[in-house]
């Protein structure tokens, strides 16, 4: 979920107005319209009621991770943190009222000038205070465990390693055997389900709120698909964000402060350290298949200019990692893969891939 400025339109775009208008009534908004605002790579739709301090939040595609997004908003301020809360809801529609954040993303504020570090800085100390919190991932999530791992991976499989893939590719052959050696490598994290793991948590879907004080000001959008997993997760996806590069030296600064005040139940700064690199490589080739699927399925092809940044993370967390095995193999299989691919390459039928 983002928030960026609202664009021009007309209520109408709401799926089916009539539950909407009912769900405005019933909260004193009848005849307030709602003003979209741009969309993202999801299926939800947000509509701003201008002047009310509340969002109209849209998804009736996706009845699990509406309800998860009701019942999250609650945990995360129950313990403390921001996330939008929830005012009203009609679940069967898949609408519901939520708190607005406004337009100040991370995004936006480091577009603006923003000091990136405090930025930073203060979007690990909410993950630290969520970690620390023995009620963090007392909530009932899926679990983030090896056959979730796994299954992400195959988006690998079918999507990114195709599309760079020699003749007479063994795309089978290869699912198998990709997914074998990472069986091997998540063994440290395939087990630990330590806290709420958000999943997304990066400056698209971190907002700053002035007015608030503490870990309080850092707010947290996008969290239905949240897993109860490692906590380095969320780090990997704060400090190794496919979208933009940090400024030299601050993912290590930060790196080094997390592990200096993460919980004593993850062990040394080398065990985090090395979690946060296998991690790392197992999201990033996740995040190369899903780039790939979004330009090849989706006709998105925006997301393959964010592929060349995701190439070189994840060259270097494989070496980080110690994931040498997985470092040849890829070698092996597709000569080149460091590379990419281009935006024509993904508009071809060939090298098989899928269409899925």
């Not at 996706?62 to 908003?73: E, N």
């Not at 809360?85 to 939520?98: S, Y």
Request: with cysteine; hydrophobic share 45%; net charge negative.
């Amino acid at each position: 979920m983002t928030m960026p400025v609202s664009e021009p339109a007309m209520a109408s775009g709401i799926a089916d107005p009539l539950p909407a208008a009912a769900l405005l009534a019933r909260n004193g908004l009848a005849g307030v319209e709602p003003v979209p605002l741009a969309g993202d790579a999801s299926a939800r739709r947000y509509y701003r009621l201008e002047g009310h301090g509340l969002l109209l939040m849209e998804d009736p595609s996706d009845p699990v991770g509406f309800s998860a997004y009701v019942r999250l908003s609650e945990h995360l301020n129950a313990l403390g943190l921001s996330a939008p809360r929830v005012v009203d809801a009609d679940n069967a529609a898949g609408l519901a009222l939520v708190e607005d954040f406004g337009n100040k993303t991370y995004a936006v504020c480091l577009g603006e000038g923003h000091d990136e570090h405090a930025l930073y800085r203060l979007a690990v100390d909410a993950l630290l205070h969520l970690h620390h919190n023995n009620r963090g991932g007392n909530v009932p999530q899926p679990l983030y465990d090896l056959d979730v791992y796994l299954d992400e991976l195959d988006i690998f499989s079918d999507w990114f390693a195709p599309a760079i893939a020699p003749e007479n590719f063994d795309r089978t052959g290869f699912k198998s055997r990709f997914r074998a050696l990472w069986a091997e490598a998540l063994a440290p994290v395939a087990e630990r389900f330590d806290t709420l793991v958000l999943r997304d948590f990066h400056v698209d879907n971190l907002m700053l709120l002035e007015c608030r004080p503490g870990i309080s000001r850092c707010g947290i959008l996008d969290f239905q698909d949240g897993v109860l997993g490692p906590c380095e997760y969320d780090l990997v996806s704060l400090l190794q964000d496919a979208r933009r590069d940090l400024a030299a030296g601050l993912e290590e600064a930060l790196l080094d402060h997390y592990a200096a005040n993460a919980p004593a139940r993850l062990g040394s700064a080398q065990e985090i350290r090395q979690r946060y690199a296998i991690l790392g490589a197992q999201r990033h080739a996740r995040i190369l298949g899903v780039f790939v699927r979004l330009s090849k399925r989706d006709g998105k092809e925006r997301y393959l200019a964010f592929l060349p940044r995701v190439l070189r993370q994840f060259e270097t967390v494989l070496g980080a990692a110690g994931l040498n095995g997985i470092a040849a193999f890829l070698n092996a299989e597709l000569p080149g893969w460091q590379d990419g691919i281009s935006c024509s390459a993904t508009t071809q039928t060939g090298n098989g891939v899928s269409n899925a």
